[in-house]
């Protein structure tokens, strides 16, 4: 497996599930390679791992990556459409065999006298109207094949004045021959291309309505007829949103907060498709009002010109008015800024908006992850490590007034928690209330019985407590003849100790490498403590039923079984508690006084 570098390692660490493109650049700030994804976060960290698969070229060339970015997409087909187009604006090295788009088809209808609709998989600057790119083959042939049967738009190559065989089998309106005039023919084509375009809803209706009339007059045949073409413009109308619905130049400009930091995402839509992306990342509280963010935001933003015809943003900025004045100013023409409310537009600025939330989770779980390394790297420092403590294990005891003691033992890797490898322990040797003698028994049976072998050895040790429970703790480690980096951090000021000082190491109680040790000791109580109380209540619950005479701990588990939980007995009526498995009407009777008092009755 390669290792990509630290920068690279936290941004694919905070890809979101989601589907989307990525967008991998060299040390030039070079675009070297799109990908799409179901999953941004499995996907685009596949390719640094080895052996480099054959579906996969682009893993042989991951040692030139040196950043990534990514924008996410409400589906997978907006995102492969996307990525068609970001290819094409970029031209990646390592996309060789999609920079043409010759992988995914397209529709085109010609622009001729009498137009000609046929399926190609390139997109040509020769006058015709083209459609797509389309997520496969098959469904893009049906797509002509009915819009050919329906509406009788011609297919073949040459004009031929006999007529040909679709004009014969009733697939072709037959223009070449003069059965449809030019005007007529005209009005086809143009309904095609609204279909195309997606403007169905009218022609569903119709269709619907005619497919209930034949199958009223019991024209089946005809209908089912009717339906397959329903089904099939229903299939065609695949094409998403990344490619609109009439062209159009706009920015989409959204604004999320994280922390002190703040995200504008600027959606670029050129030419009718989703083309590209911007973002900024400003130092500002979460006080700040989104209209007064991106109205300070704007004008730097177009300050160097690159402005489009509309400015798309999610609520009406102060002094828009002239702000749209300044921006018409700019660009030497009129620049509207809108508030999308509804179709398409809307849709977009969601699509914005969504990003920008994305982002803005990435920066806090960059940020997090930027802790975790920094805080890892202290703590190598200050405890003298080899290296950073990649894997460390917490133990922690907990108990009430010496009852039901249970320890928990909770790992972290590489600064985030690996739960598979968390593990619980009932004390078993310990006197009650021996918090030392508690921890000394975890430890020893943690490495130095089945778990030796099971999981692998940590980097660092952490115990929850002060001296006394890290000498406990290093007294079981020694008994095993084994050296272990190990420490304690005490709750009461946050002080580190480790062996061979009586004082606590020095470090800032707020730096990133307490900061981290306290997540991880806060997770090993967390997870000690509801173990106890889950303990505790069961105990309480097992000790009231235990009282009852003829009621031993045989029973009691039976009871508990048959009803669920204490709560089922105490609602049992007394037939239901004689009914219950190894009951006896005396039995029952004593349970039921002693829940309900001895003057009870059923």
Not at 454 to 477: F, H, M, N, T
Not at 576 to 598: T, V
Request: a positive charge; aromatic letters at 6%.
């Amino acid at each position: 497996m390669v290792q990509p570098p630290p920068k690279v390692r936290r941004a694919l660490g905070a890809l979101p599930d989601a589907p989307g493109v990525y967008i991998y650049r060299n040390a030039e700030d070079e675009v070297i390679y799109v990908g799409k994804a179901i999953s941004l976060r499995k996907r685009a960290p596949a390719h640094f791992k080895a052996p480099p698969q054959p579906y996969m070229p682009f893993s042989e060339h991951v040692d030139e990556v040196a950043s990534l970015d990514y924008m996410e997409t409400r589906t997978e087909i907006e995102a492969l459409f996307l990525e068609a187009n970001l290819i094409k604006r970029y031209q990646p090295r390592y996309n060789v065999h999609l920079k043409d788009d010759k992988r995914y088809p397209y529709i085109k209808i010609t622009k001729e006298t009498i137009p000609r609709i046929s399926v190609v998989r390139e997109e040509m600057e020769d006058g015709a109207e083209y459609f797509g790119p389309y997520t496969a083959a098959l469904p893009t042939r049906t797509t002509v094949y009915l819009i050919q049967k329906n509406m009788g738009i011609r297919v073949c190559r040459r004009m031929n004045p006999k007529g040909c065989l679709y004009m014969h089998i009733g697939m072709c309106s037959a223009p070449c021959v003069g059965d449809i005039d030019e005007t007529a023919y005209g009005e086809r084509v143009r309904k095609a291309k609204m279909l195309l375009r997606g403007d169905v809803k009218a022609l569903r209706e119709d269709l619907e309505t005619t497919m209930k009339a034949l199958a009223a007059e019991q024209r089946y045949e005809e209908a089912a007829e009717v339906r397959d073409y329903l089904r099939g413009l229903e299939r065609m109308m695949e094409l998403q949103s990344v490619h609109l619905t009439r062209e159009r130049d706009d920015d989409y400009i959204a604004h999320a907060v994280t922390g002190h930091m703040a995200i504008v995402f600027v959606l670029l839509v050129r030419g009718g498709k989703v083309v590209d992306k911007r973002v900024l990342r400003l130092a500002h509280g979460d006080d700040v009002p989104t209209a007064d963010v991106l109205a300070a935001v704007i004008p730097q933003l177009y300050r160097r010109g690159g402005i489009p015809r509309t400015v798309a943003v999610p609520e009406k900025l102060p002094d828009q008015k002239t702000l749209e004045l300044a921006l018409t100013q700019i660009a030497d023409r009129r620049v509207h800024i809108t508030v999308p409310s509804r179709g398409e537009p809307l849709r977009l600025m969601r699509l914005a908006e969504k990003n920008a939330a994305s982002y803005a989770k990435m920066e806090r779980l960059r940020t997090q992850l930027r802790v975790e390394d920094l805080g890892l790297e202290e703590l190598g420092k200050a405890l003298g490590l080899p290296g950073p403590p990649h894997r460390i294990e917490a133990f922690d005891i907990s108990h009430h007034q010496g009852d039901e003691a249970v320890a928990s033992m909770v790992v972290f890797r590489e600064g985030r928690p690996l739960k598979k490898d968390y593990r619980r322990f009932r004390i078993r040797n310990a006197e009650p209330g021996d918090d030392y003698g508690a921890m000394r028994e975890v430890v020893g049976r943690r490495y130095g019985g089945s778990l030796r072998a099971k999981l692998p050895e940590p980097d660092l040790v952490l115990i929850d407590g002060g001296r006394g429970q890290l000498s406990a703790a290093g007294d079981a480690l020694g008994q095993l003849a084994m050296r272990l980096p190990v420490a304690a951090l005490a709750k009461e000021r946050e002080e580190l100790f480790v062996p061979g000082r009586s004082r606590p190491l020095e470090m800032e109680p707020d730096s990133d490498g307490v900061l981290l040790l306290r997540r991880v000791r806060d997770e090993a109580h967390r997870f000690a403590i509801t173990y106890h109380r889950n303990r505790r209540r069961g105990a309480l619950t097992r000790s009231r039923l235990l009282g009852v005479p003829g009621i031993g701990p045989k029973r009691t588990q039976d009871l508990l079984r048959h009803f669920g939980s204490l709560r089922g007995v105490e609602e049992a009526t007394l037939e239901e508690l004689e009914a219950a498995p190894g009951m006896g009407k005396a039995s029952a009777r004593n349970l039921w006084d002693a829940l309900h008092g001895d003057g009870g009755t059923s």
